[in-house]
């Protein structure tokens, strides 16, 4: 026997009946491994059970009370074994989902529907159990499977809720723990399980079953974190520097086989690296559930989940307020873009392209065998929408990294001629995708002050940091890629030939104040085949590579921008990053690493410290060239200035390896210009040639001012003076 009902609201549970002249009540119920079973009145003092007949040896029973009227019961039964059970039923509940909920979310305007689809542990009325809810309007049923019913689809079919596209049931007694998935049948009949969207754990794969989990119950203790973020919103042009993280390959317990930290073990490890290296936030590679450790956390199955490669969501929590609590921001690399075709997971939903686009044209990614979402489709917005402010809710993340960005604004992205549609304009520009980025950016400030949205964009799309009401994205940031590449490929020429490439370095200045930049070297850089920020540097030497690495740091964090490293380019990884293995830690002992490490150490406690340096990144006057025309010698100087112009900063740098002496340099201010860094120092690993601490300035034109400085250029250097009215 099985239960084909797509209702099954209205024919299992209580229900009034009238047979011939007599009315009264039917009770029908389907128990799991019942061989009898009986109606207990919860209203009557001392009422004796109803007997149920049983209808099929499957455990279908049923029993007609005439004379009585709906009332609240319970149903005993026994099973082959002998056990005795005495339980609430399922079927004896109203919906746990108001009529405003389903319109709110059929319109695209439940911005929180995580708090309704899904599972949930509720009361209802005094009877405690699990509310489940599930999307999938073109099923022609939907059934709750579990180890709570042995995966039996029959036990639990689950209710429609009008037209809204909804299924739902509440089960009384599950508890937090307990795996589930969703039976699906198509209109077609034809049954697939999948796992729940909205899921807040996950167990491993190849089952990747849901979990049910309160994520409410935690104890937060970041109060002061997060009373310090609000007071920040609005204030992009701040001190950040972000050390970018792969949780599972950052550092493992090499002692247990090269086991990965949970998310427990590695909060006071990486706090403490992170403090003392003096990032202000991490970004971590995406931690939303995924069934292929080769993706990174790139092809999303759970958007709602942490990975449980780290542990529980109270074990993610833990995380989050450990480094609240040590003064580091978390960021969450965040990926709205595509998902992938696992058969358990998003695609094909319901049997229809219930997330996608059924046209691959729209709904197929070409670079990454992964799907579109459809964000045109009000319930995709709402689900999207929802699982950006879930991370902010439940785990307090401070700042969403939103992947391929480019990706989602042009319908023609990695497609060849008659490979996509335009736009009802005729245009390339993905509308809904547009609308969608503005909306997430827009919902995220409004309910979260303080949280701060990064684009990952590639392209000249105009105003991605700009706000709505000014036609622009929203975001607070964008990864500034082209320096990235151009800074790569200049550093990739041997010296000699850099000369003929020194607009590598200076082009960027012409579009460098058009959006609010994070100057990135990120995770993208050294995979594939592209080896590590080490091994790109053109020298035949360790000590010539390290020391370019040095200038490239010491020219960047001085460049206007934030800062974005991915782990490892601290210290010189040589090998490309691995996802199965720990960074190679042990490099520390080789003095030019160590070396390479202290000093981005101290860029960052250079830039953080001086608002010089860091609140003025996004403002084109507190940026001057000095010289940027030297292509032969292979030199480049500038100026960071405050916002009145009575203090600032002389940048310098050599992208040879000739030490050039007598270097003259012109500057505003008359007086003392002390060195305050020196990429060359022996502390970092270099030849300690630099200028004794500073100079003073001689009056004799240069660039363009009255006073100079006469300085000694060690080769591959940056060198950073700060201005002094008196010596």
């Known amino acids: ?242 050390y970018e993280v792969h949780l599972g390959s950052w550092r493992r317990n090499l002692a247990e086989a090269n086991r990965p930290y949970s998310y427990r073990e590695l909060a006071p490890l990486l706090a403490d690296y992170v403090a003392a290296m003096g990032f202000t936030h991490i970004e971590v590679l995406p931690v939303s559930e995924f069934p292929f450790t080769g993706s990174w956390g790139y092809q999303v199955t759970g958007y709602f989940a942490p990975t449980h490669r780290g542990g529980s969501p109270e074990d993610f929590q833990f995380f989050c307020d450990y480094l609240h609590q040590r003064g580091i921001g978390i960021i969450l690399d965040w990926v709205p873009a595509h998902f992938p075709r696992d058969s358990f997971a998003l695609a094909q939903f319901d049997g229809t392209h219930l997330y996608e686009h059924a046209d691959p044209r729209l709904g197929a990614h070409m670079d990454w065998g992964t799907l579109i979402f459809n964000y045109g489709r009000h319930e995709v917005r709402s689900f999207l929408i929802a699982s950006a402010l879930a991370w902010l809710e439940r785990y307090h993340i401070d700042g969403l990294r939103v992947d391929a960005v480019a990706s989602m604004l042009y319908l023609d992205y990695s497609r060849a001629e008659g490979e996509w549609i335009p736009n009802e304009f005729g245009g390339r520009e993905n509308l809904a995708a547009i609308g969608f980025l503005r909306q997430v950016n827009d919902l995220v400030h409004r309910y979260y002050p303080g949280v701060l949205m990064f684009a990952e964009e590639s392209t000249s799309f105009p105003k991605v940091t700009r706000p709505t009401a000014e036609g622009g994205l929203g975001f607070d940031y964008k990864w500034n890629m082209g320096m990235m590449h151009d800074t790569l ?97 042990g490099l520390l002992q080789e003095p030019l690493h160590e070396g390479l490490r202290l000093l981005v150490r101290d860029l960052n406690k250079l830039y953080t410290s001086d608002p010089v340096l860091s609140a003025q990144d996004f403002s084109a006057a507190a940026f001057r060239w000095v010289n940027c025309a030297d292509g032969d010698h292979s030199c480049l100087s500038f100026l960071r200035l405050d916002e009145a112009q009575k203090s600032a900063y002389l940048v310098v740098v050599n992208f040879t390896p000739l030490t050039r002496n007598r270097y003259q340099v012109g500057v505003p201010y008359a007086g003392y210009w002390r060195e305050v860094l020196n990429t060359n120092s022996t502390y970092y690993g270099g030849s300690g040639f630099g200028n004794h601490g500073g100079k003073q300035t001689s009056a004799a034109l240069a660039d363009g001012y009255e006073h100079a400085l006469q300085l000694t250029l060690p080769g591959l250097s940056t060198l950073v003076f700060k201005w002094s009215a008196k010596g």
């Open 1 to 242: 026997m099985g239960n084909h009902q797509a209702n099954p609201h209205g024919w299992l549970g209580m229900h009034p009946l009238t047979q011939g002249p007599t009315t009264g009540v039917v009770v029908r119920a389907f128990m799991k491994a019942a061989v009898k079973c009986a109606v207990i009145d919860l209203e009557a003092a001392q009422a004796s059970p109803y007997p149920m007949e049983q209808l099929a040896p499957e455990g279908f029973f049923e029993v007609f009370l005439p004379g009585k009227a709906i009332f609240r019961y319970q149903l005993r039964y026994e099973t082959s074994w002998g056990d005795m059970h005495q339980i609430h039923h399922a079927y004896a509940f109203l919906p746990t989902l108001s009529a405003q909920d389903l319109y709110l979310f059929n319109e695209g305007n439940e911005h929180r529907i995580y708090e309704k689809l899904g599972a949930h542990i509720r009361t209802m009325g005094e009877v405690p159990g699990v509310a489940f809810a599930v999307w999938a309007p073109a099923a022609s049923r939907v059934s709750l499977v579990g180890n709570f019913n042995n995966w039996d689809p029959r036990y639990h079919p689950m209710r429609p809720l009008g037209g809204s596209g909804v299924w739902e049931l509440f089960v009384p007694d599950v508890r937090a723990g307990e795996l589930y998935k969703f039976a699906i049948w198509d209109q077609a009949g034809q049954r697939q399980l999948k796992t729940d969207p909205y899921g807040t754990a996950f167990e491993a794969p190849p089952n990747n079953a849901a979990i049910i989990c309160d994520t409410t119950n935690y104890q937060w203790g970041d109060r002061a974190w997060m009373a310090q973020r609000t007071a920040l919103a609005g204030q992009v042009d701040r001190p950040i520097s972000i």
């Open 489 to 585: 490929v200049y550093f990739q020429k041997d010296p000699i030939h850099r000369k003929w490439s020194h607009d590598k370095l200076t082009f960027g200045m012409l579009y460098q104040y058009s959006e609010n930049f994070v100057s990135v070297y990120s995770h993208d850089e050294v995979v594939h085949q592209k080896g590590s920020l080490w091994t790109k540097m053109a020298a035949d030497n360790w000590t010539d590579k390290a020391a370019n690495l040095r200038t490239l740091y010491g020219y960047v964090w001085l460049y206007p921008g934030k800062k974005l490293l991915f782990m490892g380019g601290e210290f010189g990884q040589l090998a490309e990053w691995n996802h199965d293995a720990s960074l190679d830690w």
